[in-house]
Nanobody
Framework: QVQLVESGGGLVQAGGSLRLSCEGS????????MGWFRQVPGKEREFVAA????????HYADSVQGRFTISRDNAKITLYLQMNSLKPEDTAVYYC??????????????????WGQGTQVTVSS
């Protein structure tokens, strides 16, 4: 069974940086498309970034383009999200997700089968 565990969240001032990590439990995840989503109370979970199994293809939400970078280390079965120039509106619970659809770097929640438990990111103004 695939399990994903996020870490690296916390409290940071606006303009600061954080790096989130998501460790997977099975080597098969190395072949999966991986993504980051975020959610604030009362709102839908929204797409942040996604990366193909090889790392060659990435997609970003317009709101984070140029500030966030998604990457992966398949040898460590770990996904990363480097977040720079953070803004208060980036405050949310961040979730990593995995999709076995290796030919598509999806941006929709229903394209991902496996989810982590989430990690809180709070950006103070």
């Amino acid at each position: 069974q695939v399990q994903l565990v996020e870490s690296g969240g916390g409290l940071v001032q606006a303009g600061g940086s954080l790096r989130l990590s998501c460790e997977g439990s099975a080597s098969t995840i190395s072949w999966y498309t991986m993504g980051w989503f975020r959610q604030v109370p009362g709102k839908e979970r929204e797409f942040v970034a996604a990366i193909s199994w090889s790392g060659a293809s990435t997609h970003y939400a317009d709101s984070v383009q140029g500030r966030f970078t998604i990457s992966r280390d398949n040898a460590k079965i770990t996904l990363y999200l480097q977040m720079n120039s953070l803004k208060p509106e980036d405050t949310a619970v961040y979730y990593c997700a995995a999709s076995p659809k290796t030919l598509r770097v999806g941006m929709k929640r229903n394209e991902y089968d496996y989810w982590g438990q989430g990690t809180q990111v709070t950006v103070s103004s």
